[in-house]
């Protein structure tokens, strides 16, 4: 009986599946579970029609939640002055999103974004890496958004649906005057912004304050400063994945990588931006040459989509120095074959 339930999953079954992914936030692969549970639906009856119905409203939410993550791939890929990729992410954003909020966000972001690529400049400096770069350094690689097409509400909200889904309500509830601030601070006028952040923090503490002035400290060079504003924000929630990977990167940053293994870990048992943490312990052993616990990890990150490819990068030279090929030949052919 087992055996013939396994081998006759019917559309319920991956319906399920997909709802489970859903609720995980795994939203490519509850969109895969969802196509495959619409494949397998019997003829059209009074009640499929129904069920059909159902599935095709949570596979355009699996797409709109894909779409909010190529935004923030997008937004990422705009601080490294990467406007070609950008442009890519914010095109599969517009393919994938039925959300009419979305897709405009997209809309405007790919106006303002792509018209002037030659304006860009070099946002990584060198003294950081690429990490801190991307979740850190803001004011220069977001002045691309600074366009006066957009009214200034509309630039904070499109800013902030780069960040990880459970931060925007938070940022989109501190108000005016931190919106101003925030857009102040993305604008490169990093003092005055400082000023008001303080101004505030001086009324009552919050992580998202103090993780916003360490963002400033680290521009000004102050790598002190940041990592008290970081820490503390960690200790008013131990949830914030900004802050995590703003302090992971700032140890790796200044060479004390080993201090960003139980970091990490403290991530993991957190819920803290999983997908992420599991591929940084994989990036963290690899800088510390223990290959083992590296591969370890790298493979772990297989099972997140957002991370596959770039795990499978970094295993396949790994598998072959310890004379896996056959592995390594398996890894190149699922993730990395036909890609650029």
């Known amino acids: 009986m087992l055996f013939k339930k396994f081998f006759n999953r019917d559309y319920r079954y991956y319906r399920e599946k997909g709802e489970q992914h859903l609720a995980q936030q795994r939203y490519a692969d509850a969109r895969l579970a969802f196509q495959e549970s619409l494949q397998k639906l019997p003829e059209v009856t009074e009640n499929i029609t129904s069920e059909k119905r159902e599935i095709e409203e949570k596979l355009a939410k699996a797409g709109d939640g894909l779409g909010l993550l190529n935004l923030s791939e997008a937004e990422h890929a705009l601080r490294r002055g990467e406007y070609e990729k950008a442009r890519e992410y914010i095109h599969l954003a517009l393919e994938l999103a039925e959300d009419v909020t979305i897709r405009e966000k997209a ?52 800013l902030i649906q780069t960040l990880p889904q459970d931060l925007v309500e938070r940022y989109a509830g501190l108000g005016e005057k931190f919106a101003y601030a925030y857009l102040l601070a993305h604008d490169g006028e990093v003092d005055a912004a400082r000023e008001i952040f303080e101004e505030m923090l001086a009324q009552g503490e919050s992580d998202l304050l103090h993780y916003e002035l360490s963002v400033i400290a680290y521009r000004n060079g102050d790598v002190a400063e940041c990592e008290r504003h970081l820490c503390r924000a960690l200790e008013l929630c131990d949830r914030n994945s900004l802050c995590y990977l703003a302090l992971v990167h700032l140890l790796i940053d200044t060479h004390r990588t080993a201090e960003a293994v139980p970091l990490l870990h403290c991530m993991l048992d957190k819920g803290a931006a999983s997908d992420q943490a599991t591929f940084l312990l994989g990036e963290v052993h690899a800088l510390l040459d223990d290959n083992e616990q590296a591969m370890d990890w790298f493979s772990r990150s297989l099972s997140f989509p957002s991370y596959a490819k770039a795990a499978a990068e970094r295993l396949i030279p790994l598998l072959e120095t310890c004379g896996r090929r056959e592995d390594a030949a398996y890894l190149f052919k699922r993730y990395l074959k036909g890609c650029c």
């Open 107 to 158: 809309e405007a972001f790919l106006k303002n974004a792509g018209a002037d690529s030659s304006r860009s400049t070099t946002v990584v400096a060198e003294n950081k890496c690429a990490g801190c770069a991307g979740t850190v350094d803001v004011s220069t690689g977001n002045a691309h958004v600074s366009d006066d097409k957009l009214p200034p509400e509309d630039r904070f909200e499109l």
